[in-house]
């Protein structure tokens, strides 16, 4: 039927409400959003964007031991071959990849800022600035928004050369125009200038916590006054050789700016002229008028010279009223007003050597040289000024003058700005390499700089020329001629050149080395006088194609990120290229992709991952690598395996930040159902701060959570008085680690501050696992089981697809081998056959069908060249032969048995475990209920000082090295003046001390409360217990029992008392009476027993009593105890020790004499007798101050009143018998004398 004129044609029309259609459209909107974006593959963890990222890295050859490359190199291949959503979205991906805070194991290895645990984005891909930035370019200087016709918003591939980090020679292909943005003006104390994004970085040097100067890149944004920057200060050798035409057009161009004018638009003149009263300049100018006529085709104009006059020398005037050339001269960049004058482009664009000329012109023009006085020396020092009313000009021209080594610094003022050249090393570089024009300026040039060439390093601007920080930290790390390195100049690299070998006698080797090597760099500091916002502006960016990927602009250093595969990250693309995954097309159908990555890393488990789809979200925890491969391993060997079972191996998530997960029931939830809660806390301790003041220090914070915003949060506790007790708050985190410091008030209880930041901030967060990943396309949630049982499934299939490739390819070239093995056996009818053939056609078809070869041997037989004909190829063709006979069988016993191959995945597993595996970061405790502070704080062995002034601290077991007997020991605790060290005990930071009064009384202090100062005073006791007005500690003992039934108390007047050791549990800060003492009296020393033992007595005269336990009868905690030895009118109970089989008691003296005496020697007796002699006690040894039961095998920490710690083995100390004196323990300095003794169990026997 024939179509009527005006009808239109629709095809098929299908009825559909709005609704469906919406349903519909919505449908595939979401599901492309879960398939193609947000969710991860279960297989190889990934979602798209990361996949494409990384195998366009690889496509790069960005592998991890190559170099970097520049990322929005990365970006843009991405981008434009695989994923065309935005170049944003690609670069957070893979900066995200690369953040350390953010993966378990990061799979991109970045250079430069990658974003940070205070929230801080990435730095750009590219950094811009503004484009009238001075990019040193081959010779000269291109303006940055000039090199290339650019849109906003646009990359334009183009060439040129730049000048780079390690100022050599670098090439730029791409320029970017990045359109409008706000920009930040940077300005330096000598007026150096730059503008840029918020995000540029520059070099700058900073001191490290230890204060050693360092290079590093820092943001605009970042930067702030009074920090340095580092200039790119060239201090080559340069040629002033050049053509005569271009050396005149030089020096005319330098003298217009100088000394020219030109008529204004408003004026009916046209004329450009030049006027001066150095007849030798005046000639030279002369000559540059005619070239630049010449070489802008104006040689028509009419060149007028006149005669003015002045009041002393007269003025020679050159003139041309020539409109043309006025025109030409406007065209190349002349300005008609003085305050607009800048450096014209061409200039710029020119030769080294050209623009020697031209500075030479222009400072013989409005230059000077002169001698100015320093009032604050006192001296006299040389000067070469510039003089201009155009400040954009001196700033030009002192980037010019930096490229020759000179610096030059802009003094600003209300009419006309100054450039000065002062220091003797600038005037000299200056006279040398550029100079003036004319003899008459250069002669006093010359005169000024012979007088300042003996003090070098004087001048004004000589400290412009240091290196920061340098000078501090040379004195402080010096370890010889102290005194005299203190005096010596060193803030300038003149003043440290001449002390050279003061400092390298005087700081240790590697030191000096390091020192060496920051003064070979090229580059000079300035220090920021101003950064600002200024305003909205175009700015620029290039790509440099080179190892540091930085470029100089305006004499300053510029960097962009750079990044390349992790070795962890090219785990997941191994055997990519052996047809071991699916591929499909691109976007665009004109590429393939993978479809997934062949991963070894189990990389859904260890990253974890994070994303939001359309109704759904996935939010996996990430794990230990060696973890996740020890459960897969037990997978493996047992398919059955409970999760339960599996959490033997991996117990729980393991966050990059690490941290403390509070029980088990969250993850066992998530575990099996693949959802469930997980409290992370961060990690904190309690350091003593300044003035005997609490700290408490973070060191770790929970996943995910922003330090910035965790601070900001704690601040404000603080503000609204919801957190107690907190002075100062300070983030000293630094390249070494996390480390946040909230000291508190002097009464602030730690524990319950500590415990308030817990519950009212994200230092105690919870963590909502959401375990949902793609399967076959489709969104599941899949259990801990399922997760490692998919990754398995599918690298059985990457193994076998792999294990089939390799066949393959084993079995074509046995193939080969095979048919050249048998053509050298047959090789005379080979060669026949070769060479009566007319073409290599014929050749390969008489091979096919005379010879018996197939096609593919046949054309390896043409291609063979005749080395190959020899026996030596036989052999090697034959051993070949053999290698790849033995790789079909193994490849083939793999795909025939799935044991095989099962053993082929763990084995590649157990390589990656060796390989990339590291110790778990995050702790996880039983129970919530049962989490306290300790858990944030690791278990040590610790020894614990009481003074005798009431001074509790702790140390480290471990820094006290064994020694020999006699020895001086080490400065341990140094008590505050006038206070002595009385008594010690050994404990870990995990358990309680007991304390015991003068009163009776007993309370308990965690270890871990006890403050830790290698010296100082530590805190008084009654800041951990209440004690009451005239109340003291006096005894301390470490709460293990070890099994103990019975507490045995002894007091100094010889009062016993045996208690229940249960009387000890559950202790307040109010503490428990557990003896009532006489007034005069204390507790001497408490041992805990089994009910059965028997004890020895000691007295600081010598005398001992052993008696059975059984003669003091249990009593309550009121009671006052019985008699346990009598005593003489001078003597007093010290020692009291539980007698053991094959043990034996230490007596030491308070002048460190002592022995070891066996417990078989003293006869038992009842209580309330006199005892035994147990050492003879004289004036020289003194009296004794304690007993101890040990084992020979045992150590000892002996303390002095001055805090003098000596570590040594029983053993070393001399066995002998009891009415013996005894020999020297430790040497005791006069005045001094032992404190205290405290034994460490070499067996897991009760500690003293």
Known sequence: MEKKSGELSFGKIIPLSIEEEIRHSYLDYAMSVIVGRALPDARDGLKPVQRRVLYAMLELGLRHNQSYKKSARVVGETMGKYHPHGDSAIYDTMARMAQDFSMRQPLVDGQGNFGSLDGDPPAAMRYCVTGDTLIRSGEGFRKIGNICETEDNTTVETEGECLTLDLLPGRYDRVFNSGVHPVIELQTESGFRIEGTSNHPLLVIQAEDEGRPSLAWSTLDRIAEGDYVAMACEEGVFSDDLEDKYRDRAIFWGGMISEGYISGEAQRYNRVGFSNTDPEYYEAMKKGFLAEMEQTGNEKGNLRESLGHKTKKDVMVLDIDYKPFREAMIESGYACSAREKTVPDFIFEGSASFQIWFLRSLFEGDGSCSRLNDKRRGKAYGAVALHSASLELLRQVQIMLLRFGILGRIYRDKNIHRLLVTSYPDLARFRDVIGFLTETKNSPLREICEEMRDRSHFGPGSRLKCIPYLARWIRKIATKNRERIQKVNLQDVAGITKNWDLIQASVPEEDFSYIAGMLRHSFIFQKVSSVRLSGRKKVFSIRVDSPCHSFVGNGFVNHNTEARLSSAGEQLLSDIEEETVNWGPNFDDSLQEPLTLPTRIPNLLVNGSTGIAVGMATNMPPHNLGEVVDALCLLLDNPDVGTEEVMSVLPGPDFPTGGIILGRGGILDAYRTGRGKVIVRGRAHVEEGRRGKDSIVITEIPFMVNKSNLLEAIAKGVQMKTLDGITDLRDESDRRGLRVVLELAR??????????????????????????????????????????????????????????????????????????????????????????????????????????????????????????????????????????????????????????????????????????????????????????????????????????????????????????????????????????????????????????????????????????????????????????????????????????????????????????????????????????????????????????????????????????????????????????????????????????????????????????????????????????????????????????????????????????????????????????????????????????????????????
């Open 747 to 1248: 009464d602030a209880n730690p524990d319950v501050t500590l415990r308030q930041i817990f519950r009212r901030t994200q230092l105690q967060s919870t963590f909502g696992v959401i375990n949902l990943a793609l399967v076959d396309g489709e969104p599941k949630e899949l259990s801990l089981l399922s997760m490692l049982g998919l990754f398995l499934d599918y690298r059985r299939e990457v193994v076998r697809r792999r294990t089939v490739f390799r066949l393959r390819k084993a079995e074509e070239r046995a193939h080969i081998v095979e048919g050249l093995i048998r053509a050298i056996d047959m090789i005379d009818a080979v060669i026949k056959l070769i060479r009566g053939s007319k073409d290599p056609a014929e050749a390969r078809s008489g091979l096919i069908k005379t010879l018996g070869f197939t096609g593919a041997q046949a054309q390896a037989i043409l291609d063979m060249r005749l080395q190959r004909l020899t026996n030596l190829e036989k052999n090697k063709l034959e051993d070949e032969m053999a290698i790849l006979l033995a790789d079909i069988e193994k490849f083939r016993s793999i795909l025939a048995n799935p044991a095989t191959l099962d053993m082929v995945v763990k084995n590649e597993l157990r390589e990656v475990r060796s390989n990339f595996s590291d110790d778990r970061r995050t702790t996880i405790v039983e129970a919530v209920d049962d989490v306290s502070v300790e858990d944030l704080i690791p278990e040590e062995e610790i020894v614990v000082v009481l003074s005798r002034d009431g001074y509790l601290r702790r140390m480290p077991l471990e820094q006290y090295r064994l020694q020999g007997r006699g020895g001086k020991g080490v400065k341990g605790a140094t008590p505050k003046i006038g206070d002595e060290a009385a008594i010690i005990t050994v404990s870990t930071t995990h358990r309680d001390i007991f304390l015991f009064t003068n009163r009776g009384r007993v309370f308990a202090v965690r270890g871990h409360v006890i403050p830790e100062p290698r010296t100082g005073k530590g805190r008084l006791a009654s800041q951990f217990v209440s004690l009451e007005e005239g109340e003291s500690v006096v005894g301390m003992r470490d709460s293990h029992l070890h099994g103990a039934r019975f507490v045995f108390f002894i007091t100094a007047q010889g009062v016993a008392k045996r208690l229940p050791a249960g009387e000890l549990e559950n202790l307040t800060r109010a503490g428990r009476r557990v003896l009532s003492v006489d007034d005069g009296d204390e507790i001497s020393r408490v041992r805990f027993s089994s009910g059965t033992d028997d004890i020895l007595i000691v007295t600081s005269k010598g005398q001992a009593l052993r008696v059975s336990e059984s003669e003091f009868r249990p009593m309550g905690r009121q009671a006052r105890g019985v008699r346990g030895i009598r005593l003489s009118a001078d003597d007093m109970v010290v020692g009291c020790d539980i007698v053991k089989p094959g043990h034996q008691v230490l007596l030491v003296s308070d002048k460190g004499v002592g022995k070891r005496t066996r417990y078989d020697e003293f006869m038992p007796h009842h209580r309330a007798s006199g005892g035994c002699r147990a050492m003879k006690v004289t004036d020289k040894t003194g009296d004794l101050i304690g007993s101890w039961g040990l084992m020979p095998d045992d150590q000892i920490i002996v303390m002095t009143h001055r805090g003098r710690v000596i570590r040594l083995g029983v053993g070393d100390i001399s066995l002998l018998g009891r009415t013996a004196t005894g020999y020297r323990v430790i040497r005791v300095a006069e005045g001094d004398g032992v404190a205290d003794i405290s034994v460490i169990r070499t067996s897991e026997e009760e500690g003293e």
